[in-house]
């Protein structure tokens, strides 16, 4: 790059040649390069320190279970100190599953209603207040979940999708036993309606990078707006879409306080949908500052380990398919 | 190719479609915030600033503890967060630009950003609680200054690759060294954008509770004394929200309404900077 070279030239003689207040500009300027060098790289001192931390406290727990045992166990036995996190991880993949099912085709038709059909004039204004949804604190999602939400889906909801849905096979046992709203279902819904304004606005963004005369070009076959929509924009942003669910995937898994409201902390294995159940995150919350033993705590850490590695796993595909996406040439 | 009115039909049915699932995410956002605005504003009220607790299920009390020690924990954790995210920025946008190191940490930035946030209160929790023996309010801030950090950081480098280069190139012929570059026009012309910055990881911890849980806890009473357990807006709410009492919930609903309230505010104003940068 041109001016990178400019800016080294300038950078090694503007640091001898300027005569000014400082005695020595050029120790100041090192000690700033420095300074800032030592800021930047504090983010990688955090993400090593998490790693290790994690490693270290869960080592205990590591030794006593091993990991295929421990993953699959579903015992917690805080007084016996056996220790599984069957349980936790099942509801954490379920939890997730019923956010994406629920989010997916709302935030994919969000981002083309913002990009393609909305009145120019509003298009702004709709897309900035999916983006709220994002500001709300994930405590309020869960306060208004307990207190709202959950008695609609006990009362309404959940005896509507028995007596409709839950008539079919399979659906039969997904939706079996006492909607009571404190449930798998409602956490789900909660985390997909957290999770919106992240798919929503990457997905938005991906969109708009479709190059217009890929869309004119195409319309001048005579095709209709959806065509268009359905065969050149969907499969030009595709990897922008998926990167985005990707990202909102990773957020459902860690988020913490939305679900710790409406799941209860129960370790036993769900029958159905309509089973309070409990997360990881969930269990964290609950039992972090309740671990008297450390084969106890060390197990905890053992969570936060497989709950940081899972969720760093899929932020870097997510990071990889945004930067995937917006590397697409026509 | 099928008729041209099936393709018509096809066609407002997907456009109806999309208008309707957007108008669900909107139904969503204004559920939300009637349900918080019905239930919190009537316990909003003087006594919730200016008194502390009640003893448990006894009328009347307000959460003046909880509202300062949230204030503290903040406080100290934008003094922690945000210069380092500001000067880490810096590096990537300045020093180290186009170097393999600056794009490697810009990358795990921000998958930072979106790391859960109990997360990282359990490893501070693993160095600055467990090795003192007991909770405090220092270790709820750098817990948030941990969140904060990532996203100033990455708004601080997206801020500052804004401003154009033949305005450094200005001020290095005049042979300021680069440093005064930096200072004096650099992030002169970035204030606008860094400020945001600033605001939108505010608007993030503020609303927190899990990485206060283990490690700021929580205090009944009204303490300042950050080295102790202090009380957070966030951790009382999800105490007296799940808590038995009546008043407990009024109360939880007042803090939801007056945190939910500052956040829009704050999100809303950097919305409006940012608007005003990219014109």
Redesign the interface.
């Known amino acids: 790059m041109a001016s990178s070279n400019i800016e080294k030239d300038f950078k090694s003689s503007s640091s001898r040649a300027f005569v000014g207040n400082y005695k020595s500009p050029a120790l100041v300027d090192r000690f700033f390069h420095v300074l800032t060098a030592f800021c930047s790289f504090l983010i990688i001192a955090v993400i090593v320190g998490i790693i290790f931390v994690s490693l270290k406290e869960s080592f205990p727990a590591i030794s006593q279970f091993g990991f295929v045992k421990f993953i699959f166990s579903t015992k917690w036995d805080p007084v016996r100190e056996i220790f599984g996190a069957g349980v936790p991880l099942f509801g954490t993949i379920v939890t997730t599953i019923i956010a994406l099912v629920f989010s997916i085709p709302l935030s994919i038709g969000i981002a083309i209603f913002v990009t393609e059909l909305a009145p120019q004039k509003i298009r702004g204004f709709i897309g900035g207040a999916i983006e709220l949804l994002a500001a709300i604190p994930s405590i309020i999602y869960g306060m208004w979940g307990l207190f709202t939400l959950a008695p609609i889906m006990a009362n309404y909801v959940e005896p509507f999708l028995q007596n409709s849905l839950g008539k079919l096979p399979i659906f039969n046992l997904l939706f079996s036993g006492t909607p009571i709203g404190i449930d798998l279902f409602t956490a789900g819904i909660i985390l997909g309606i957290m999770i919106i304004p992240f798919s929503a606005s990457i997905a938005r963004d991906s969109i708009l990078l479709t190059p217009q005369i890929l869309k004119e070009s195409t319309y001048a076959l005579g095709t209709t707006h959806w065509e268009v929509i359905k065969d050149v924009i969907l499969p030009y942003s595709k990897y922008g879409i998926f990167g985005g669910i990707v990202i909102s995937l990773g957020r459902a898994l860690g988020e913490t306080m939305a679900v710790a409201f409406v799941l209860g902390n129960k370790n036993k294995l769900p029958t159905s949908l309509f089973d309070a159940t409990t997360t990881v995150t969930v269990k964290l919350a609950n039992e972090f500052t309740e671990a008297d033993k450390d084969l106890y705590l060390s197990s905890l850490f053992y969570l936060v380990l497989l709950l940081f590695l899972m969720s760093f796993i899929i932020l870097a595909i997510s990071k990889y398919l945004i930067y995937k996406s917006k590397r697409a040439k026509i | 190719m099928k008729g041209l009115g099936y393709?018509?039909f096809?066609?407002y049915f997907?456009?109806s479609?999309?208008?309707?699932?957007?108008l669900?995410?909107?139904f969503?956002?204004a559920?939300?915030?009637t349900?918080?605005i019905i239930?919190g504003i009537n316990g909003v009220n003087i006594e919730l600033f200016l008194k502390d607790p009640a003893p448990a299920g006894v009328e009347g009390g307000g959460l003046r503890n909880a509202f300062i020690g949230h204030l503290f924990i903040t406080f100290f954790a934008v003094i922690m967060g945000v210069?380092?995210?500001i000067?880490?920025?810096?590096?990537?946008a300045?020093?180290?630009?186009?170097s393999k190191f600056?794009k490697f940490?810009s990358?795990?930035?921000?998958?930072?950003v979106?790391?859960?946030?109990?997360?990282?209160g359990?490893?501070v929790?693993?160095?600055a609680v467990k090795p003192f023996g007991h909770f405090s309010g220092f270790a709820g801030s750098l817990a948030l200054a941990?969140i904060m950090?990532?996203i100033v950081?990455r708004t601080t480098e997206n801020m500052l690759s804004l401003i154009p280069?033949s305005l450094?190139?200005a001020a290095?012929?005049l042979?300021?060294?680069?440093?005064?570059v930096?200072f004096q026009v650099v992030y002169r012309g970035a204030k606008a954008g860094i400020l945001t910055g600033v605001l939108l990881s505010l608007?993030r911890v503020?609303?927190?509770?899990?990485p206060l849980?283990?490690t700021s806890?929580n205090n009944n009473f009204f303490s300042t004394d950050m080295k102790k357990p202090i009380a957070s807006l966030?951790v009382t709410?999800?105490q007296y929200?799940?808590g038995p009492y009546d008043t407990w919930?009024t109360q939880?609903?007042a803090a939801?309404f007056v945190?939910?309230m500052t956040?829009?505010a704050i999100?809303i104003t950097a919305?409006y900077i940012i608007r005003g940068i990219e014109k």
């Open positions: 393709r018509k096809k066609n997907f456009s479609l999309c208008t309707v699932m957007t669900c995410g909107l969503f956002l559920f939300i915030l349900d918080i239930h210069p380092a995210g000067l880490g920025g810096t590096f990537l300045e020093y180290g630009r186009n600056a940490i990358i795990f930035a921000d998958i930072m979106s790391v859960p946030a109990i997360i990282v359990t490893f929790y693993a160095i941990i950090f990532p950081l280069w450094r190139e290095f012929a042979g300021a060294p680069y440093y005064k930096i608007a503020i609303g927190e509770a899990a849980l283990f806890f966030t709410i999800f929200a799940t919930h939880a609903w939801a945190i939910t956040i829009l999100t919305r």
